[in-house]
């Protein structure tokens, strides 16, 4: 195809909708939005690195411009076309308005997304043409993959345990098993669903698998996370085994269906709260190109605001980001089938142009009332970087949150720190303190002592600090508020006593956590102590340090086998069963919750407590469950409740997380029989006991 420019005046008739590159049997309609652009191209190239585009069309505002709408056909192209857009207009930063003539332009709305092996971050940033280093939309036709029936699980949050992985990080080790070609890809996770339902979980929550900007990060270093979204359709390129854009995209519902076909939901963490074109001196890839007044905040001179942290923060609410936000979400669940998704720094869509907190958020009741999204998992990180903390108050009736506050107060209780019982009680309880005023369902919660942000479980009982130096930032990055404890020597040691404690605690926080009232979140990896060394914040360690070494598998198998044992329980009780359709308040009456200390019915709520018990009885009153925490340097005996006439098999230790493995966990018919009105429980240990019919 030999270069040339064309003005279509005359070229077949185009549309403004739907916006995006989309194929017929003719050719491909391109539309895309831009209020302030004086002029827009539309560049076709023949190779993503080529130096100049194969075809440049100036599109004319009368005849390629509805509304705010731009548009046109190009005919005899089709799927696999290679493109970009480059847009004209004023330039005056203190509006809002940066645009840059030069500069290659993704299409907001493109499905998928080639890099140039030449890429460079800088290059976008500088002035001057980034033909050859930019990254180009390509034409993808998404109607042809045969789903063989495959439909999102829509399986109840009450079923639901978590597993948080990264997916390259998660099978990228050579000890994965993986076959080299597969490691860190959509299609090497297939290779490792086995282990997934082994394990008993049922919804894997992907790291952000949008199309991300690699290079964001220190130089020498690369974005490994992943929080540095350029697209909001295309499914990110470096994750797949194939190398054909358009096999990214059948490689990623290869890997849903699989999923699917092993009863697990695909949750996506999604970032609609910024980009990766950063601050003031950022890059320009796309939606600063095309009209940043409309796509981003800033403040009253012109600059960003910058709630995220990370340079900007997009206009959630405005008509067109709102859009583009609910667009992205029905692609998702519509053409790549995901579950539901979790909502990096939510709160930071509650806020208006002005970035103050709107009390009904536009953006948040379009997705909570959309019926194309009715029955996907909707999770809200509820606070941000500018200072919001909405934990126990997000908008909306469907949305779950991530539970801080479950992850700050058990960290705190199992630590030894003082006057954190009544926090904890509420935390096993499934958090009435914050979901108990409305209607919510017990799952409301999703219950969580770490996550992909901060310290791996075996790293959260092995530090007091963050070594963040690795990260080039001197330190100063990651999270100072770890509520950690490193049980006598900091980082790696020989010491036994050390070794043990260390394992106590982590049964400790890992029983907390799934045992609890509430959706439990686990993190890859820490139910094999996987551990990055302290680094708190490893979002730019593409490396050992970050990648899931599968040798632990073995080494701590102990712990693995804990945690399978731990999920089986979860979900022997009827209250994580899907047909009570109880509200949080309603299941705490029909559980008969008793709250105790040592001594029954006298729970110690005094500052320096570090003791809590807690009886239930499941729904049908068949089966009771207590609960004996300690987190004090000596051992206890707390009291036990007499046992009705029907409990005739008496109280049964099914977990007590001071003895090693195998006896830290049992099936309750086959745990060992407690007998006397009084139970041991060890030094900084958790004692769950059964009680039911025989044979039930």
Same mark, same amino acid.
């Given at each position: 195809?030999?270069?040339?420019?064309?003005?279509? =005046?005359?070229?077949?008739?185009?549309?403004?909708?739907?916006?995006?590159?989309?194929?017929?049997?003719?050719?491909?309609?391109? =539309?895309?939005?831009?209020?302030?652009?004086?002029?827009?191209?539309?560049?076709?190239?023949?190779?993503?690195?080529?130096?100049?585009?194969?075809?440049?069309?100036?599109?004319?505002?009368?005849?390629?411009?509805?509304?705010?709408?731009?548009?046109?056909?190009?005919?005899?192209?089709?799927?696999?076309?290679?493109?970009?857009?480059?847009?004209?207009?004023?330039? *005056?930063?203190?509006?809002?308005?940066?645009? #840059?003539?030069?500069?290659? @332009?993704?299409?907001?709305?493109?499905?998928?997304?080639?890099?140039?092996?030449?890429?460079?971050?800088?290059?976008?940033?500088?002035?001057?043409?980034?033909?050859?280093?930019?990254?180009?939309?390509?034409?993808?036709?998404?109607?042809?993959?045969?789903?063989?029936?495959?439909?999102?699980?829509?399986?109840?949050?009450?079923?639901?345990?978590?597993?948080?992985?990264? @997916?390259?990080? $998660?099978?990228?080790?050579?000890?994965?098993?993986?076959?080299?070609?597969?490691?860190?890809?959509?299609?090497?996770?297939?290779?490792?669903?086995?282990?997934?339902?082994?394990?008993?979980?049922?919804?894997?929550?992907?790291?952000?698998?949008?199309? $991300?900007?690699?290079?964001?990060?220190?130089?020498?270093?690369?974005?490994?996370?992943?929080?540095?979204?350029?697209?909001?359709?295309?499914?990110?390129?470096?994750?797949?085994?194939?190398?054909?854009?358009?096999?990214?995209?059948?490689?990623?519902?290869?890997?849903?269906?699989?999923?699917?076909?092993?009863?697990?939901?695909?949750?996506?963490?999604?970032?609609?709260?910024?980009?990766?074109?950063?601050?003031?001196?950022?890059?320009?890839?796309?939606?600063?190109?095309?009209? *940043?007044?409309?796509?981003?905040?800033?403040?009253?001179?012109?600059?960003?605001?910058?709630?995220?942290?990370?340079?900007?923060?997009? %206009?959630?609410?405005?008509?067109?980001?709102?859009?583009?936000?609910?667009?992205?979400?029905?692609?998702?669940?519509?053409?790549?089938?995901?579950?539901?998704?979790?909502?990096?720094?939510?709160?930071?869509?509650?806020?208006?142009?002005?970035?103050?907190?709107?009390?009904?958020?536009?953006?948040?009741?379009?997705?909570?009332? *959309?019926?194309?999204?009715?029955?996907?998992?909707?999770?809200?990180?509820?606070?941000?970087?500018?200072?919001?903390?909405?934990?126990?108050?997000?908008?909306?009736?469907?949305?779950?949150?991530?539970?801080?506050?479950?992850?700050?107060?058990?960290? /705190?209780?199992?630590?030894?720190?003082?006057?954190?019982?009544?926090?904890?009680?509420?935390?096993?309880?499934?958090?009435?303190?914050?979901?108990?005023?409305?209607?919510?369902?017990?799952?409301?919660?999703?219950?969580?002592?770490?996550?992909?942000?901060?310290?791996?479980?075996?790293?959260?009982?092995?530090?007091?600090?963050?070594?963040?130096?690795?990260?080039?930032?001197?330190?100063?990055?990651?999270?100072?508020?770890?509520?950690?404890?490193?049980?006598?020597?900091?980082?790696?040691?020989?010491?036994?006593?050390?070794?043990?404690?260390?394992?106590?605690? =982590?049964?400790?926080?890992?029983?907390?956590?799934?045992?609890?009232?509430?959706?439990?979140?686990?993190?890859?990896? *820490?139910?094999?102590?996987?551990?990055?060394?302290?680094?708190?914040?490893?979002?730019?360690?593409?490396?050992?340090?970050?990648? @899931?070494?599968?040798?632990?598998?073995?080494?701590?198998?102990?712990?693995?086998?804990?945690?399978?044992?731990?999920?089986? @329980?979860?979900?022997?009780?009827?209250?994580?069963?899907?047909?009570?359709?109880?509200?949080?308040?309603?299941?705490?009456?029909?559980?008969?919750?008793?709250?105790?200390?040592?001594?029954?019915?006298?729970? #110690?709520?005094?500052?320096?407590?570090?003791?809590?018990?807690?009886?239930?009885?499941?729904?049908?009153?068949?089966?009771?469950?207590?609960?004996?925490?300690? %987190?004090?340097?000596?051992?206890?005996?707390?009291?036990?409740?007499?046992?009705?006439?029907? =409990?005739?098999?008496?109280?049964?230790?099914?977990?007590?997380?001071?003895?090693?493995?195998?006896?830290?966990?049992?099936?309750?018919?086959?745990?060992?029989?407690?007998?006397?009105?009084?139970?041991?429980?060890?030094?900084?240990?958790?004692?769950?006991?059964?009680?039911?019919? /025989?044979?039930?």
């Amino acid at each position: 195809m030999s270069r040339r420019t064309t003005t279509p =005046a005359h070229a077949p008739a185009s549309r403004p909708f739907p916006l995006g590159a989309v194929a017929d049997a003719g050719g491909v309609n391109f =539309a895309v939005y831009s209020h302030h652009a004086d002029a827009l191209e539309l560049l076709l190239y023949d190779a993503v690195d080529a130096s100049a585009p194969a075809q440049a069309f100036a599109l004319d505002r009368h005849h390629n411009r509805t509304g705010d709408y731009w548009h046109v056909r190009v005919p005899g192209v089709a799927p696999g076309q290679l493109y970009a857009w480059r847009a004209k207009g004023p330039v *005056d930063p203190a509006r809002g308005l940066r645009f #840059d003539g030069d500069k290659v @332009l993704l299409d907001p709305y493109g499905r998928a997304v080639a890099m140039p092996a030449g890429y460079r971050r800088a290059a976008a940033a500088m002035p001057g043409a980034n033909h050859a280093q930019a990254c180009k939309s390509v034409v993808a036709d998404v109607t042809g993959y045969d789903w063989n029936g495959d439909r999102p699980l829509h399986r109840p949050f009450t079923e639901t345990v978590i597993y948080e992985l990264h @997916l390259r990080g $998660f099978t990228r080790h050579p000890s994965s098993g993986v076959p080299a070609g597969r490691r860190g890809t959509y299609a090497g996770l297939i290779d490792k669903i086995p282990y997934l339902v082994d394990l008993g979980i049922t919804a894997v929550e992907l790291m952000p698998v949008f199309q $991300f900007d690699p290079q964001d990060a220190p130089p020498g270093l690369t974005n490994h996370w992943g929080y540095a979204p350029m697209s909001f359709f295309a499914p990110h390129a470096g994750y797949a085994a194939a190398q054909d854009p358009l096999a990214v995209l059948d490689e990623f519902r290869d890997m849903v269906k699989a999923l699917h076909r092993a009863g697990i939901e695909v949750i996506l963490d999604v970032v609609f709260n910024h980009t990766a074109e950063g601050d003031d001196s950022g890059p320009t890839f796309g939606l600063r190109g095309l009209d *940043d007044a409309v796509y981003y905040l800033h403040d009253a001179s012109g600059r960003y605001a910058n709630y995220s942290g990370t340079g900007n923060t997009l %206009a959630a609410n405005h008509a067109v980001v709102r859009r583009l936000i609910v667009d992205s979400l029905h692609y998702w669940v519509q053409v790549m089938h995901v579950d539901g998704f979790r909502f990096d720094l939510a709160s930071i869509l509650s806020r208006d142009e002005n970035g103050c907190p709107l009390a009904n958020p536009p953006v948040l009741w379009d997705i909570e009332t *959309d019926p194309r999204l009715a029955g996907t998992k909707l999770i809200a990180e509820a606070w941000d970087a500018g200072g919001l903390y909405q934990v126990g108050a997000f908008t909306g009736e469907r949305w779950k949150e991530w539970n801080g506050r479950f992850r700050d107060d058990v960290r /705190s209780f199992v630590r030894g720190d003082d006057g954190i019982v009544p926090a904890l009680a509420d935390r096993l309880l499934g958090s009435p303190d914050l979901y108990g005023a409305r209607p919510r369902e017990p799952a409301q919660s999703i219950n969580f002592v770490t996550s992909h942000d901060g310290f791996t479980l075996e790293d959260l009982v092995s530090y007091n600090q963050k070594h963040n130096e690795a990260n080039r930032e001197g330190n100063r990055d990651g999270s100072d508020d770890n509520r950690s404890w490193n049980c006598g020597a900091e980082g790696p040691t020989d010491d036994p006593e050390v070794l043990a404690l260390r394992s106590r605690q =982590a049964r400790n926080l890992l029983a907390i956590t799934v045992l609890s009232l509430g959706t439990p979140m686990l993190l890859m990896g *820490d139910e094999m102590r996987r551990s990055q060394q302290g680094n708190n914040n490893a979002y730019c360690q593409d490396n050992e340090t970050s990648w @899931l070494d599968w040798r632990l598998l073995e080494r701590n198998a102990g712990l693995h086998r804990f945690v399978k044992g731990l999920i089986r @329980l979860r979900r022997r009780r009827e209250s994580v069963q899907a047909d009570h359709h109880l509200t949080l308040a309603e299941l705490m009456a029909h559980a008969r919750v008793q709250l105790h200390g040592v001594r029954l019915e006298s729970p #110690d709520t005094a500052a320096e407590s570090h003791s809590l018990a807690i009886t239930a009885s499941t729904l049908s009153g068949e089966v009771l469950m207590h609960f004996a925490l300690n %987190a004090w340097w000596h051992p206890l005996d707390f009291e036990l409740p007499a046992l009705p006439d029907w =409990a005739d098999s008496g109280w049964r230790r099914v977990i007590d997380s001071s003895r090693p493995a195998p006896e830290d966990l049992s099936e309750p018919e086959a745990g060992e029989r407690v007998a006397g009105g009084s139970h041991h429980v060890g030094p900084r240990s958790v004692v769950v006991l059964f009680a039911g019919r /025989s044979g039930g």
